[in-house]
């Protein structure tokens, strides 16, 4: 899911331009690059009030995108009655979302390699939310220049995804009890179409290349007497994909940093989309629910993902401050740094939630109780993935775009496919056992990485 991060984190490798580049004159060439330090075209330099709007807006689009994912779950056994399908021993209702899981991985690797398509016309190709959040990512690279002022938007965009995956149940278990299933599919079209102007008008460009190729465009248009020859890329089509595609393969099975990192990540993702069929069978039999108000207690993980973004902005604190231990760069922050809330987040928040999720499942205690201990998960879920995402772009800066593409591929598959395990795991070992079952190999996960800060790996 987090595919969109590479958005931000690019593999920085210096593309070829063709000898043809540098003969298109002299206005055309200044106008390739910002006139000076203050240059107002820069989105760098744009005014605060407009890059946190575009920021909160992009972050907000994120959020509504990704609680497409599994708004549709609480209308399960309806759809399941319409289209005659047995839920009986399998969650068959679950495929349609493991689809959208494995869906969402695939356009951010097709479209990455044509970045000079502008961010306004990829956000509508299709309508597909995978281009539609990796758009979103990409703007807080575009606009925040600084770690230190990124690191907030950042935070936006990822407690966005997070969020709204797990928001989808709460807002699907609305529409569905006052509306009716179908009614799920309506209401997003119609907020979608609503805010389809709204993208058009103040989704702006704010790719600094995008800015200066459309200046360039212009000065050429202008100069008539100039070199008509557009620049090429002398890299071929296959040379730039072959190892975009391979390279997040090798580095996660060679990298044994990068495969753990990509295991928490994944884990702790796919967890949260495993409560959208746990959830309901816990409180079905413990307090013979229903679905919209199974739907309704999943607010309490949105809830924890709030509480957890706070604790979240605390981390950079902890990391920027790391700059004065560090021996060996004096002055720069340890990329280590950015994993001590992931840790603590994901031992007491992940690991500790789903113990108390597990045994407080009984039917003689309050719905409270099991309540709480969702919110805890959300909470670490935050900071695990936040300080997982910064951590791998620091630790892997040239490959960055890879590295991060390996995170997301796995946070994918384990979304997609995690939660179709829930209802026989559930079955076969019970409410408390199965929940205990993911607690521990949340513990186990969130443990390693603090063994490798020790053995220095």
Not at 101 to 126: C, K, M, N
Request: proline letters at 4%; hydrophobic letters at 45%; a negative charge.
């Amino acid at each position: 899911m987090l595919a969109a991060n590479t958005a931000f984190s690019q593999d920085k490798e210096p593309i070829q331009l063709s000898q043809e580049s540098f003969n298109s004159g002299s206005s055309s060439m200044e106008s390739r690059s910002w006139h000076d330090g203050n240059d107002p075209e820069n989105p760098y330099n744009w005014s605060i009030n407009k890059k946190w709007a575009l920021t909160c807006l992009a972050a907000f689009t994120t959020f509504l995108t990704m609680m497409n994912g599994t708004i549709i779950t609480v209308a399960h056994v309806e759809i399941s009655e319409v289209f005659n399908v047995n839920e009986t021993a399998f969650p068959h209702s679950y495929w349609p979302v493991t689809t959208w899981a494995v869906g969402v991985h695939v356009p951010p690797y097709s479209f990455s390699h044509w970045r000079r398509i502008s961010e306004q016309d990829l956000s509508f190709t299709g309508g597909c939310v995978a281009i539609l959040a990796n758009t979103a990512a990409g703007v807080m690279g575009n606009l925040w220049d600084t770690e230190w002022s990124r690191s907030v938007p950042v935070s936006l965009y990822i407690l966005g995804y997070m969020a709204g995956s797990s928001m989808g149940p709460v807002m699907g278990a609305a529409i569905y009890h006052f509306l009716g299933w179908r009614w799920i599919s309506y209401m997003q079209i119609i907020w979608f179409g609503a805010l389809l102007p709204i993208y058009y008008v103040f989704f702006y460009e704010s790719r600094g290349t995008a800015v200066l190729a459309r200046r360039a465009k212009v000065a050429h248009s202008n100069n008539n007497t100039g070199s008509r020859k557009k620049a090429s890329v002398s890299a071929t089509i296959s040379e730039k994909i072959i190892p975009s595609a391979t390279r997040p393969v090798i580095l996660v099975f060679t990298e044994p940093v990068l495969f753990v990192s990509t295991m928490w990540s994944a884990f702790t993702v796919g967890t949260l989309f495993l409560f959208t069929q746990s959830v309901e069978q816990v409180f079905l039999e413990l307090y013979d629910w229903n679905a919209t108000q199974t739907g309704f207690v999943q607010a309490a993980i949105v809830i924890g993902e709030l509480i957890g973004w706070g604790f979240n902005l605390l981390s950079r604190t902890l990391y920027f401050g790391s700059s004065s231990r560090n021996t060996e760069i004096p002055g720069t922050p340890i990329p280590e740094a950015r994993l001590y809330m992931a840790v603590i987040g994901g031992i007491f928040g992940i690991s500790g939630g789903m113990f108390a999720y597990a045994w407080t499942s009984y039917s003689h205690i309050p719905w409270i109780a099991p309540t709480i201990g969702l919110g805890m998960v959300g909470a670490g879920s935050v900071l695990v993935v936040s300080g997982v995402s910064d951590y791998v772009v620091d630790a892997y800066s040239r490959y960055s775009g890879s590295a991060m593409g390996a995170v997301a591929t796995g946070e994918n598959i384990f979304s997609a496919f995690l939660p179709l395990a829930t209802m026989s795991m559930y079955n076969h070992l019970g409410l408390q056992w199965a929940s205990t079952l993911l607690a521990l190999i949340a513990l186990v996960l969130s443990l390693i990485p603090t063994l490798m800060f020790v053995w220095s790996y």
